[in-house]
């Protein structure tokens, strides 16, 4: 070793730089045997024009630190990054400052790469792409023709939120409490032809392959909530504008219905509807028309609605059944019609409470009502006494109810009345029939020459040279984009064959590399991109394109970190912390460490300027113990330490326990720091296990070390079983009897070496003793 590196002091800015050269040099591929693949993504970001945050980076760190862990394994580890490019801001973005978003999307991607490059991010960069590079996009509308031809991208009107103001559509996450986020205007419902995917053909399967996948408790339950399996039956009533089918999931309750409800959009309203009730039920299917399907499920106790004068028949009493019409029973769910039983069900509750209806009991029971829970049968004729399940099942008998399964999953939207987004690759002929563009023709290419300015169509039909379809005079090309989304619901696909021109990927390498083994993004994803993503791949599975099923077997999401002061980053509150000036100051070890240790991964953590101090002094330990300190024989129970140090962080790596490998790795320094000495054997393991939390500065010592070969391609340590075993003891360190502290020896230690050590806690100066106890294993005493 060169003993002249035992003065060179820690200098994150010269170490870090340097190391990052190095890297972005490499040209990787060395040639190794592997011990298997690892597949290890983030959710790609949205570069956004405020660059990174100090909470974002916290998942990619430590989808790094897992990644320079496998391959220090053994594994062949791919670990990509690439842009989900394609969105409304940019273009909200353009709007504003006539700044193109092509340009300010390529300037924000440059500064994110830049970020991620600084904090020390070891990315595959050679697989790099943007969901806006028309050789990515190509694919996109390249899986836009395979659902086309299998039927399940169709195009239908449907209602959506119109903002008057901004004369546009928008998301359901931009209307708020009915209002546009930006304008403020009221929100309409206009009916528009839309493009949709049938993912509802898929609901049963996307739910029941939940039960396979190592993903949070919650993540699944809300894909489940949102995929909403309902099990119950349909049944008929008889009015003389012919029979009403209701869904129902209690259908023991039929002798407690005492009336119906139809959804005002009801394709038998009009027929229903008495004389006198004409003019009250067009106004309210006239202010309904504003109404959101969101807002209809909101004002729980508030129910609004009309009576249409007209009756039907009970199936079993043969009673008369008023019918009403009100908005919280929606168009497209069930049949649009329920049989509304006021004792049983809340919404029902509210509506007969609003409107004086009678509320007939039938399950018994002590709470007060609606008692929603299920009991014994009461007033039911021949279920009387029974139970609610043998009730349910004797009933469906008696009145032929068919038995049904309905889902609260819809089919997705995909067309956007927006600029910045992939074009739909159709076209129309002069009848305005469907033409998908061949696969020869693809890209469809986003024009350059449109006018952003929002006014109430698609940006795209005012392109003059986007329509021009050779030979084929009165043609026209779709003018809406598709959802972002679709965008990422495949790119983890191609981020394996990032350059292919002929497919949007080799299968061979797909299959090989995927599914995905561990995927790390933010909550906030729980359900959108998850589902779409497994409901891509189980189109594509089924029509051989790749051979599994789910695309991401383990998924964790990382904790947010708030702001200083308890509230969440943000412009408008001015407690952003930049990445660019913590790093310039603490360096991008120090900020990896910190955000590593700062709590356990999945939690919400406050930012702290003075903790991430502890972080940068732990590295200076580890520097002055392994650079500053001359290598010496380790002693027994250090090494002890060292080898349960290697197994603790190892397990608690793969068991993203970030924050306590870091304390262990803290612990251990400290013990080396408090003996007289470490070998050079083991500075190399402690160097290493720090490899993948501090990579620059590892790299640095490993160097100083004397090894030649970059710590990269060092294989993982392993804990020795021999130095496992409890080589040593700690004894309790007494002064005429009182306990000063406690010091860690041998097992096998002699007094001498008790008191040697034992004076060594006790200060500088041996102390000047009269006699000493010397309890092995327990104690050792001064007697002064
Ligand atoms: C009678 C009844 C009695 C009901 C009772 C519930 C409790 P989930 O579980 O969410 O699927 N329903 C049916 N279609 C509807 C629609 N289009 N809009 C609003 N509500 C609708 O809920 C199924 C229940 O929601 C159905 O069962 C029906 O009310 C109502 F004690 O029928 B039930």
Redesign the pocket.
């Known amino acids: 070793m060169d003993m002249s590196y035992k003065t060179t002091s820690y200098t994150h800015k010269s170490i870090e730089s340097y190391w990052q050269n190095v890297w972005a040099q490499e040209q990787s591929s060395h040639n190794r045997v592997y011990k298997g693949k690892k597949y290890i993504l983030d959710m790609f970001p949205y570069p956004s024009g405020a660059g990174l945050h100090v909470g974002h980076p916290r998942g990619y760190i430590g989808t790094d630190v897992l990644s320079r862990y496998y391959r220090s394994c053994g594994y062949e580890v791919l670990h990509p990054i690439g842009w989900d490019s394609f969105g409304l801001p940019a273009e909200n973005y353009a709007i504003k400052t006539g700044v193109h978003p092509a340009l300010s999307t390529k300037e924000n991607i440059e500064n994110y790469r830049r970020q991620l490059k600084m904090i020390g991010l070891s990315y595959d960069w050679k697989n790099e792409f943007a969901t806006s590079d028309p050789s990515y996009y190509k694919w996109t509308q390249w899986m836009f023709g395979l659902l086309y031809k299998k039927g399940l991208a169709y195009r239908k009107s449907a209602k959506v939120n119109w903002c008057p103001g901004c004369q546009t559509v928008l998301a359901n996450e931009q209307v708020k409490e009915g209002k546009c986020e930006r304008s403020n205007d009221i929100v309409e419902q206009k009916k528009l032809e839309q493009w949709f995917f049938k993912i509802t053909d898929y609901a049963e399967r996307l739910l029941n392959d939940l039960d396979e996948l190592d993903w949070p408790e919650s993540i699944r339950q809300a894909q489940k909530n949102w995929i ?1 399996k ?1 099990i ?1 039956h349909e049944i008929e009533f008889e009015s003389h504008a012919g029979s009403i089918t ?5 259908l023991e ?1 039929l002798f ?2 005492t009336y119906l409800v139809l ?1 005002p959009e009801h394709s038998l309203v009009e027929e229903l509807t008495a004389e006198t009730s004409k003019e009250s039920v067009n106004k309210y299917r006239e202010y309904v028309k504003k109404r959101t399907d969101l807002q209809r499920q909101e004002d729980q106790e508030k129910k609004t609605g009309v009576f249409l004068g007209s009756y039907a028949i009970h199936p079993l009493t043969k009673n008369k059944i008023p019918i009403w019409i009100s908005d ?14 006021p ?3 809340e ?2 509750y509210f509506f007969a409470s609003t409107f004086s209806l009678p509320i007939q009991e039938v399950i018994d029971g002590v709470e007060k009502l ?1 008692r ?1 829970g299920e009991g014994t049968m009461i007033h039911s004729d021949f279920v009387n006494g029974l139970s609610c399940k043998e009730a349910r099942e004797k009933i469906a008998l008696r009145c032929n109810a068919k038995s049904k399964v ?1 889902y ?1 999953l819809r089919d997705w939207l995909v067309s956007r009345q927006r600029y910045w987004g992939c074009p739909i690759p159709i076209m129309y002929d002069e009848r305005g029939n469907i033409h998908l563009v061949p696969e020869s023709d693809l890209p469809v290419v986003l024009p350059n020459d449109v006018d952003f300015k929002p006014t109430g169509e698609s940006p795209l039909k005012r392109s003059s040279t986007f329509h021009t379809i050779l030979e084929k005079k009165g043609w026209y090309r779709e003018s809406d984009t598709m959802d972002t989304f679709v965008c990422s619901s495949w790119y983890f696909l191609r981020f394996v064959d990032p350059h292919n021109v002929t497919a949007p990927f080799n299968k061979d390498k797909v299959n090989a590399w995927l599914p995905v083994d561990v995927y790390v993004g933010g909550a906030e994803h729980a359900v959108l991109h998850l589902l779409f993503s497994r409901f891509f791949t189980k189109v594509l599975y089924d029509y051989g394109y790749i051979s599994f099923k789910e695309p991401f077997l383990k998924l964790r999401n990382q904790g947010l970190i708030i702001a200083e002061d308890g509230r969440k980053m943000s412009k408008s509150h001015g407690n952003v912390v930049n990445p660019d000036e913590v790093v310039n100051e603490v360096g991008a070890d120090t900020f990896r460490v910190y955000e590593m240790f700062m709590g356990p991964f999945e939690d919400a953590m406050p930012w702290s300027t003075k903790n991430i101090i502890g972080s940068r002094r732990f590295i200076e330990k580890v520097w002055k113990v392994l650079v500053q300190t001359p290598s010496s024989k380790t002693a027994p129970h250090v090494k002890t330490t060292i080898h349960k140090t290697i197994q603790k962080v190892t397990n608690d790596i793969e068991n993203f326990q970030f924050n306590t490998a870091i304390s262990a790795l803290m612990i251990c320094t400290n013990e080396i720091a408090r003996t007289s000495g470490i070998e050079v054997e083991d500075k190399m393991i402690m160097c290493q296990l720090l490899y993948p939390f501090a990579p620059h500065v590892s790299s640095e010592i490993w160097k100083l070390l004397g090894m030649t070969e970059n710590i990269a391609y060092a294989s993982w340590p392993r804990p020795d079983a021999e130095y496992l075993q409890e080589s040593t003891v700690t004894i309790a360190i007494q002064v005429n009897g009182k306990t000063k502290g406690t010091v860690t020896i041998a097992k096998d230690a002699t007094q001498e070496d008790a008191v040697e050590e034992a004076q060594k806690f006790l200060g500088k100066k041996p102390i000047n003793y009269r006699s000493i106890v010397f309890v092995p294993h327990r104690i050792i005493n001064f007697i002064i």
Not at 246 to 250: A, Q, Y
Request: hydrophobic residues 40%.
């Open positions: 909403g309902s119950g209701v869904f129902t999931t209690r309750t407690g219905v959804a919280y029973v929606l168009q497209d769910y069930g049949t649009g019609a329920v049989m509304a039983v004792a049983h069900d919404r029902d609606p929603i309905i609260r």
